[in-house]
C-alpha cells in the first residue's frame, strides 16, 4: 500500500511518500498540483497543518483523505489539558516516538523554528513538554530587542568566551541552547533513569555532536508518526 503523509507548516510543505511502510522518498515545498499528482497513484493520504485555511483544502472531501485534528483517533492517549491548543507535529512526533520505543519512557527534542519538548511515558501516554525559542529566533530576538547587536547567522560551534561583540553573540546561544538542552535531559533521567531521547528537527545533526547525553536522533520522525496515525484510523476509509 502506498501513503501520502504530509506536514504544512507556517513556512514550508513537506510530503513523505510511504510504501509497505517505509519511506519511499521525501519532498519539500510541494503545492496542491503535485500533490493531485501523487495522490493517484496511492491509497491513503493524512494533511496535518497549522493553518485555518489549508492548502489542501479541496482534497479534505475525498474519501482517500483525512486531516489530523484534536478528534483523530491516536494510538497513544492525550493526557495534554488543552488537546485544541497542542500542535499537530508534538503529537505526531509523540507517536512516532512511542513507535521506534514501544513501552519506554520517551523525550523527544524538535530543533526547528522553536525547540520542544514532548515527553511520552511508557504507559504510551502524552504528558506534555516545554516550547524554548529556537537557534535562529535567540538570533532576531538579541538584533530586535537591542539597539546595537548585529543580525548574525548562525554558527555550528562556538568558544566558550567569546573575544568580540560576534564571538559573544554566538557563545551565548550556542552553548546556551546546548546547556540547556543538556540540562532538560538530565532532568528527565534522573525521574526516569531508563528514558529514550529523541532529537529531530532542522538542527538535529548540530544538537547530535554537540549533546553530552546520549540520543537517537531521527529527521523523519515526524512523518513516521503522522504514518502510525493514519495507519490507526484504516477503518476511516
Known amino acids: 500500500m502506498k501513503k501520502i503523509t504530509i506536514d504544512e507548516g507556517n513556512t514550508s510543505v513537506k510530503l513523505a511518500l510511504f510504501e509497505n511502510n517505509q519511506i519511499v522518498f521525501r519532498e519539500s515545498d510541494v503545492n496542491l ?3 493531485k499528482e501523487l495522490l493517484s497513484q496511492c491509497d491513503r493520504l493524512l494533511v496535518s497543518t497549522v493553518k485555518k485555511n489549508t492548502l489542501f483544502e479541496s482534497l479534505l472531501s475525498s474519501t482517500h483523505v483525512i486531516s489530523l485534528n484534536p478528534s483523530t483517533p491516536l494510538p497513544i492517549t492525550n493526557c495534554y489539558k488543552t488537546p485544541h491548543s ?4 508534538r503529537i505526531a512526533l509523540a507517536v512516532g516516538a512511542t513507535a521506534n520505543f514501544p513501552n519506554n519512557n520517551v523525550l523527544v527534542i524538535d530543533a526547528g523554528t522553536c525547540i520542544t519538548y514532548d515527553f511520552i511515558n511508557s504507559k504510551k501516554e502524552y504528558l506534555g513538554g516545554s ?9 532576531n530576538a538579541l538584533h530586535h530587542f537591542t539597539s546595537q547587536l548585529p543580525l548574525l547567522e548562525s554558527v555550528d560551534t562556538a568558544m566558550l568566551t567569546g573575544d568580540n561583540t560576534e564571538g559573544s553573540i554566538h557563545s551565548g546561544i550556542i552553548n546556551g541552547v546546548l546547556v540547556e538542552i543538556d540540562g532538560i535531559i538530565q532532568r528527565y533521567t534522573n525521574q526516569y533513569p531508563d528514558i529514550k531521547v529523541i532529537v529531530t528537527g532542522g538542527n538535529a545533526n ?7 547525553n546520549t540520543i537517537f536522533a531521527n529527521p523523519n520522525l515526524l512523518m513516521e508518526g ?3 496515525i493514519l495507519d490507526y484510523n484504516e477503518s476511516y476509509f
Not at 548540530?206 to 553530552?212: E, V
Open 33 to 35: 498540483e503535485r500533490v
Open 86 to 89: 497542542l500542535g499537530n507535529d
Open 131 to 139: 516550547i524554548s525559542p529556537g537557534i535562529q529566533m535567540r538570533y
Open 206 to 212: 548540530f544538537f547530535d555532536k554537540g549533546l553530552k
Open 226 to 228: 503522522l504514518n502510525k
